[in-house]
């Protein structure tokens, strides 16, 4: 075997994005020698295109809000399918965790008394996310960024992990290989920290950039960590749609927050049409009525447009489907008639500049073409609510690749937040597993032998299929089978060519050398894409029922049986499986939020 | 309308290399990104190009298009006429690695030297009280993306390897305004700005500013003011009168900011 480049840390996280920089700040600070890899260069992780803003009840706005409403915000928009505790803790944590960023140098938008300036979101009772314009994922990476550099953390980048290292039961390190040159690094750690967002490449419309492949939530699998609530996918309901080079691209929900409405070809504002009856007692029923609740929320009931993001995206689905669509197959998206010019550039001055560069409208005195966008997944590792770990010892997860906080829908704002509230957890409990150990687990040569066979073995083949076709074929089966709505014929039908692409992918073969390679990087990925597609096509065709970001016309209704429930998947050898577990239950005290209303 | 577009990509790596030719066929709306990755796709699998979101935010996809510097998914194809060919090389600041991927790691050296943000002793957290209008100053520069495009201009190093030690160029420039237009950094970094990273060298060519995506006003809004604060720490009377009676071997040390400074600043 050749010499591969070896080093050893206590605490190794894998992803730079929000949640990984974050980990990797809290292992340093209590102590333990911390190492950061990632696929991409420093601060160009996913969590740079994060627009809107950080949920956090710091109260700047409305003094009425507290972690209390922010935590039952949380749960009813995911649909009571949420980890209670998690979303406990990052109710609590979450004004802290930002106020932090400040102290690191983060510059906010203010208030007319110079505290941190909040605005109102999807689900949100009030005012709450802590933004900057509309590039808040901006200023919070590269405040992290600064911070982790300014520590002198190591940062490994271009570097991507492909397996996990195990000690029988244990995590010993991780394997991966340097984009640049190739070459294989395996990595020595008793504690690995899996931060490494979500899996909308594996979608065809996707707001997602090539690296959320789902490596995390694979290479977890892999070792043996249980994933939860799969099934769950965020279709966001304001993707860019024309020209089709630009389709899938964000469009913030500060669009609606800041008075942005949602209108059919037909000029109607058809969200009133759609307002279920969970959410009818919060929601105002008339266009006066919303209108008037952007000044005064105590009085009036917030607009449809800004129920949460699962039953918006429905909406636009069952508008389009009925006939009531832009002649490119979406609705409107319309503030220019509804706020002037001078506002809508100084508070969406990306969206201002992405919707004139790329499709040529002026969002200031026309409205935006959008449909929905495969955007966030809610399902990932099962964590322990306090700790971040998964059910390996020393596999933690923090982020998007964790499952269990959001429940069946995420509420816009609540993504920065986790970020940081479980990237500071994982990192700390990560470094006291590591302190904690007597003996140092090994790695077993055997292992790394094999991780290295495998990542070489498209090279190997001749002749055969490139990875490229392969990933469009996927991303084509996702989108149409197991998209916003879905039915057990279909994902049957999904799982079958799943299978098929699995013995497509034993024979695609890459041309070139190592050096940096995209298409033996997909190569590589298209293993962990197929894994993570599997799981929610089998997660999403065991939960009979509709809910949250789960919608099926053949189960069309909320079943409150399911709602007791969270569906797993674990690795099986070659297959993925699914079995069901009971939802840990909120105590009492916290189900007195719940009948108030 | 689509129509085949004759695309002109440099292939290679540290040992040289040269443009090659191909042809791609591309749709009404696209980027030069979108017919890379067409090319990518569909003809040279391992055609080396680093991207992110595609959407002008990380500023990653960075190349020379046509000679001049560019996020290659934020330039669309219609700017260009259908029958001539488009050349795509990377940046040239930088060392290739393979085809359109450089090696940026001068940005990210440089980025370690930058003393961080100081806050002031004792303020809790929460505790911070900012008006809107004095962290709009700093905002403006924390737009940067990080393509490193300005970089790739600046002429101190673009053709002058040799200034790169002494030099942080204007990215790292907008990142000293930044912290010294925040209204509540303690730290005076003046000193390293002149000393260790070279704000003399740069005759405000303005190059930087020109090809900024985030439209950052590098030159005007912080380059200029930055050099007026250094001068103004450097020759102020009274320092420059203590400095002439100070021997060579004593340890050079930031003047102390003059009373009223900070309040005429903001």
Known sequence: MSEIERHSYDVVVVGAGGAGLRAAIAAHDAGARTAIVCKSLLGKAHTVMAEGGIAAAMGNVWPEDNWQVHFRDTMRGGKMLNNWRMAQLHAQEAPERVWELESWGALFDRTPDGKISQRDFGGHRYARLAHVGDRTGLEMIRTLQQRAVALGIDVFMECTITRLLKDGDRIAGAFGYWRESGRFIVFEAPSVVLATGGIGKSFKVTSNSWEYTGDGHAMAMLAGAPLINMEFVQFHPTGMLWPPSVRGILVTESVRGDGGVLRN??????????????????????????????????????????????????????????????????????????????????????????????????????????????????????????????????????????????????LGGNSLSDLLVFGKRAGEYAAAHAAGLAVRPRIDEADVAQAEAEALAPFARDGGENPYSLHRDLQETMHNLVGIIRVAEEMERALERIA??????????????????????????????????ESIARAALERKESRGGHTRDDYPSTDPEWGKRNVCCRWDGDHVTVYQQPLPEMPDELKKLFEEH | MGYDLKLRVWRGDENG??????????????????????????????????????????????AEINGRPRLMCMTRLSLFDPAEPVTVTPLRTFPVIRDLVTDVSFNYEKAKTVPPFTPPEGLALGEYRMAQVDVERSQEFRKCIECFLCQNVCHVIRDHEENKQHFAGPRFFIRYAELDMHPLDTLDRKRQLRDEHGLGLCNITKCCTEVCPE????????????????????????????????????????????????????
């Open chain 2, 17 to 62: 290399g040269g443009l090659v030719d191909f042809t791609v066929p591309v749709e009404e709306g696209e980027v030069v990104l979108d017919a890379i990755h067409r090319l990518q796709a569909t003809q040279a699998h391992d055609l080396a190009v680093r991207w992110n979101c595609k959407a002008g935010k990380c500023g990653s996809c960075s």
């Open chain 1, 500 to 533: 098929e692409y699995r013995e497509r992918l034993e024979k695609v073969s890459v041309e070139g050398n190592r050096q940096y390679n995209p298409g033996w990087h997909l190569a590589l990925d298209l293993r962990n894409m197929l894994i993570v597609s």
């Open chain 2, 215 to 266: 439209g950052i006003k590098i030159t005007d809004n912080a380059i200029i003011p930055m050099k007026e604060r250094v001068v103004d720490t450097r020759y102020d009377p009274l320092t420059r009168f203590i400095r002439r009676f100070r021997s060579p071997e004593q340890p050079r040390r930031p003047a102390p900011e003059r009373q009223g400074q900070t309040a005429a600043d903001s």
């Open chain 1, 265 to 410: 070809a037909e000029g109607r504002r058809f969200m009133f049409d759609y307002i279920s009856d969970y959410f009818k007692a919060e929601t105002a029923d008339t266009e006066e009525e919303a209108d008037r609740w952007y000044d005064d929320h105590i009085n009036n009931r917030r607009p449809p447009e800004l129920l949460p993001r699962d039953e918006v995206a429905r909406a636009i689905n069952a508008e389009v489907k009925a006939g009531r669509g832009t002649p490119h197959g979406g609705v409107y998206l319309d503030i220019a008639s509804r706020r002037s010019p001078e506002f809508i550039k100084k508070r969406l001055p990306s969206m201002y500049h992405q919707f004139k560069e790329l499709a040529d409208v002026d969002i200031t005195k026309e409205p935006m073409e959008i449909a929905p966008t495969c955007h966030y997944v809610m399902g990932g590792v099962e964590v322990d609510a306090d700790s971040a770990m998964s059910k390996v010892p020393g596999l933690f997860a923090a982020g998007e690749v964790a499952g269990g906080m959001h429940g069946a829908n995420r």
